[in-house]
């Protein structure tokens, strides 16, 4: 079996050269899933590009936008109707966002009872949120959903993975302790490209391999392509 590299959580639109970078994906056969931060992001790139077997679009509504923009809960159920895959969405209650936490949570709550309704995978933003998320997700009972760039202890990392959830970690997350807490069945590699760096560089997919190595290294997992890989699509099987 080919076991193809996964990119759980990348940002397309946030690239000058995204026409490029999409072209990559493609012809370097890396699977992608692209989140957007807003459902007119989210619009324009359904509009550009055309979604194929290694670039999927993900439907979001950042957390940071509350209070900004306000949220078209119609509107966004709408769109739902034809994605497979909601993000970036989440909670952030650090401290130039703690003040929307009431209209976080209940935007939130929107968003995934419309997740779980559609039966679709949900790739969530959480800082300083986790014992909210986690009320969340036991009340809705959503099963299918990644964490990323999470920051929480081991014992929530625990709680969450009875609960059903998947970790994307990306190499920024190398200094972290918390990511070898990660149970190997629930580890996804992310780039969040172009939000971080490579070796002192903006992330590329064509570095999508020294990724992985870094990774590897620092969780001592030789095969973590193949993990990975095995990993998601138990995810997606769901």
């Given at each position: ?190 780039t969040d490209g172009p939000n ?7 992330y590329s997919s064509s570095n ?31």
């Open positions: 079996m080919s076991y193809k590299f996964i990119d759980a959580h990348f940002h397309l639109d946030g690239y000058k050269n995204h026409k490029t970078i999409y072209k990559l994906i493609n012809t370097s056969q890396i699977y992608t899933l692209c989140v957007t931060n807003s459902p007119y992001i989210y619009i324009a790139c359904k509009q550009n590009y055309i979604e194929t077997k290694f670039v999927k679009f993900a439907l979001g509504f950042h957390p940071r936008l509350i209070g900004k923009e306000r949220f078209d809960e119609k509107g966004f159920e709408k769109l739902s109707e034809n994605a497979k895959y909601i993000g970036e969405v989440g909670l952030d209650f650090s401290r130039n966002y703690v003040k929307t936490k009431n209209e976080q949570i209940r935007v939130f709550k929107k968003i995934i009872n419309i997740a779980v309704k559609r039966n679709l995978l949900v790739s969530i933003h959480s800082v300083n949120a986790t014992d909210e998320l986690i009320n969340i997700i036991k009340e809705y009972k959503l099963s299918k959903f990644i964490l990323h760039w999470f920051k929480g202890t081991e014992e929530q990392i625990n709680e969450l993975s009875r609960l059903g959830a998947y970790f994307s970690v990306n190499p920024d997350q190398i200094k972290e302790k918390n990511i070898l807490y990660i149970p190997k069945n629930r580890i996804l590699v992310e971080n760096k490579l070796q002192k560089s903006i999508i391999r020294q990724a992985y190595d870094v990774i590897s290294q620092k969780l001592n997992i030789a095969d973590l392509k193949q993990l990975c890989y095995k990993n998601f699509y138990e995810l997606i099987s769901n």
